[in-house]
């Protein structure tokens, strides 16, 4: 009973894998918050679990780490892989694309893990290589060549290039670090108006720049 007379709920007991993936998410907030620093007793802690489970569910925070990077892999979605067609401006379509990839894949734990993880030397950046040329980098490119005129892009993308488009990506990837590092007010509406902002101010360049590329490629 509650000192009020009611009756208090019971807590629902949780078989181990929904306990386990409890315990991911947790641990997932926390090292957003925080960081990765900190004992298995402070984490268990901040899990709300006790030391002994937690130990049984993770024998080490390594171990904690690397499940919360698969969880967080696992959340990736590449449900659009390829930049809008249509009679609309370049930008605008990118826009679009950014939008519904932003949706899926970056929130205040996506963004701030992954930059936790760089900043503390562990690989998850390295492992999102491959599937950011793939979700990305090359649609982002071959959208951009069609708009310059030019043939689809090569695989690899060549370094100039990609280093093109991962600028372009960038600028577009600060607006969600001011939102969820930097602590910026900014909601849903003014979050797509930065990103249009970043890509009409872009875009145009980034055409130029890329017939530059391809021209200095043709030559080499």
């Given amino acids: 009973m509650t000192d009020q007379g009611a009756p208090t709920r019971p807590r629902r007991r949780l078989d181990p894998a929904e306990r386990r993936a409890e315990v991911i998410r947790a641990a997932a907030r926390h090292f957003a918050a925080q960081g990765f620093a900190g004992t298995m007793r402070d984490l268990a802690r901040a899990c709300g679990v006790a030391a002994g489970l937690f130990y049984r569910y993770f024998p080490s925070k390594d171990a904690l780490i690397e499940a919360v990077f698969a969880d967080m892999r696992s959340r990736w979605s590449a449900e659009q892989a390829s930049v809008p067609s249509g009679p609309e401006p370049i930008a605008t379509r990118l826009l679009d694309f950014y939008a519904a990839y932003l949706r899926r894949n970056s929130d205040y734990n996506g963004v701030r893990l992954f930059l936790h993880a760089a900043l503390a030397g562990h690989d998850l950046p390295v492992r999102y290589g491959a599937d950011l040329d793939a979700w990305v980098l090359r649609p982002v490119a071959a959208a951009l060549r069609a708009e310059a005129g030019l043939p689809p892009p090569a695989h690899p993308l060549p370094r100039a290039e990609r280093d093109l488009i991962i600028g372009l990506h960038g600028g577009i990837v600060f607006v969600d670090i001011r939102r969820h ?11 797509l108006d930065l990103i249009g902002t970043v890509l009409r101010a872009v875009v145009p360049g980034a055409l130029v720049e890329l017939r530059r590329i391809e021209t200095g490629l043709a030559q080499a």
């Fill in 181 to 191: 590092v930097y602590g910026a007010a900014i909601d849903d509406a003014r979050h």
